[in-house]
């Protein structure tokens, strides 16, 4: 059941206490899951755009000169409001900033799905946004949580679509300190999850669930390059990911969940990792990426509403600027003729719709298993994140970002705070354990990198840089590279001939301290899955031992370590790690 409604339910608008507790959801002790699903519409009005004059998407005016009068601006906007100032609505994703919307492609959506079984319950809300600060994504916890509903037991996440508005405030444009946000959007969202939220919870009905997962590596040859078995012509591509990060781990489960009710396909949640980015840097349209053709499709076949949940996006999991064997407008595979399948490259409208609809089968054959739920538990853990990163400093304080500075922890139950020169602040946020009967999920409030929640492959050249120069792990890794010291590329540009932003940890690990797990073995049940972007979200969770402390937005150096631009700081993985230990049964 598709809802899709603006419902006249603000808690601002009556009385809090006049509402049930959990809005009326059915808490009883029978041993029946009941669900609910709701969709509300929240793409942005565009009234403001540009003349693009060299067509790359950019916008390259000045904010205060609508006529591009002066020699320094060179395409010019539409004042529509008169008040000479450049109302854009910037698009989050892809670089600095600067590309600002001209209009629409597909709508975008918050989408929530509220549970219950024998008296616990929760609510999952995932919205078509690059991300949710935790300032932002608190408020809406709270604002349900004065109405009744536990703010403990709300997940709000974000798909991470870079064709949608800047939620963050890091694309308006960052080297001027000029934000991408709009707060009168900021707080429509506040209202879009409330009412999304009511919606599901008060249509909530008794529902059957199966669920199961797949992985891509081994669905079809054609998802990865003959360097990894297959026989996708992209040597990069593994799973229908092309990691940018080296060493190539990827994160290629779809675990999907169904739920059917009385009248049939009641809701699918997807689970998976890879970007929504691959519609491209030049899309001026705002959309869902990928992931608005895989709910498109799944609802076509299904019926029912389909929801994405991003799962390990971090290091670059994306198709990007890959090879996707193709796929017609029936979804069935393309042949030339003379009888080889045919691959489609690139970015663009028709790769996403490629890319959409192969995740959307992969999600519609996963859920095979029809073990009636027993379970559902949701049990969090308070955490603390060290911002070591100046770059994130200085666009704090000079709110570009959708967290007010004071919102921030800078005492002394912050780690580090006073000892270490590096931290800056605290980000309070939490870790969330999910357990939905066999299926289990773990949350972070950032773009966790794959080898963190499966570990490292136990192979010859994740232990030794000196086997890493022509490996498939390793494609960005140079030769001058195989005898250097990564005690020194840690922390210096070079290390004799070897650009050090080239180079990884040798021997790559997850952790210093190796009784340190991977996440997945810290959580219950045959399907296992963590929840990206959740609750807050403060860029890159990268492996401490991995991580650069001279590639950063203050030097400009990048690399391979791009990540690390838009990270909390090194300690973030370690917070995130000891928060999912203490959550370990």
Sequence with gaps: MLVSLLLACDPDAADPAAVPPAFGLPLLQDDQLYAGIARVDITPTITETYTDLDGDAYFEGCLTDPTASRSACVEPFDDVNGNGYFDAVWMGGWGGGGRAARGVHDPLYASALVLALNGE????????????????????????????????????????????????????????????????????????????????????????????????????????????????????????????????????????????????????????????????????????????????????????TAMFVPSAVGGMQSAWDGTLPSVDEAGAPVFDEAGERVFIQGGGYEYARVAGTLIAQAAISAPTDTTPWSELRVRSTPVMLPLTNLGFKVALMTDVLDQPWETLVTDASCPGMGVDVEVIACVATGIWQLQLGPTSFGTVPGELLPELFYGVPDEPALASAAARFGDPRFPHHPVECDGADWGVCREEPTDGLCPCEQMHAAPYTISYDAAVPPLAETLPGPYRAVIGLTNGYIGYVIPEPDYSSFTNAITGIEGNHSEEWYSAGYQMAPAIQAGWMALEE
């Excluded at 929760?122 to 608190?138: H, K």
């Excluded at 946000?181 to 209202?191: A, D, I, T």
């Excluded at 489960?253 to 689970?271: F, N």
């Excluded at 705002?286 to 053709?293: K, P, R, S």
């Design 121 to 304: 319950y929760l609510a999952l809300v995932s919205l078509d946004a690059v991300g949710l600060l935790e300032y932002r994504a608190s408020r809406m916890r709270s604002r349900l949580g004065a109405a009744g509903f536990s703010a403990d037991r709300i997940i709000v996440t974000s798909d991470h679509t870079h064709q949608g508005p800047d939620t963050v405030g890091l694309w308006g444009n960052l080297d001027e300190l000029i934000t991408g946000l709009n707060l009168e959007y900021q707080e429509s969202l506040e209202g879009a999850v409330y009412d999304a939220v009511y919606a599901a919870a008060t249509t909530a009905v008794a529902v059957t669930p199966a669920q199961g997962a797949v992985r891509l590596t081994e669905v079809d040859p054609t998802y990865s390059g003959v360097a990894f078995g297959g026989t996708n012509p992209d040597d990069h591509m593994l799973g229908l990911v092309r990691d940018g990060r080296d060493p190539v781990v990827v994160d290629d489960q779809v675990l999907t969940i169904t739920l059917d009710g009385a009248d049939g396909r009641l809701a699918t949640v997807v689970s998976y990792s890879a970007h929504p980015e691959i519609v491209g840097y030049q899309n001026e349209l705002l959309g869902a990426d990928y992931v608005g053709v895989m709910r498109s499709v799944i609802e076509a076949e299904a019926g029912g």
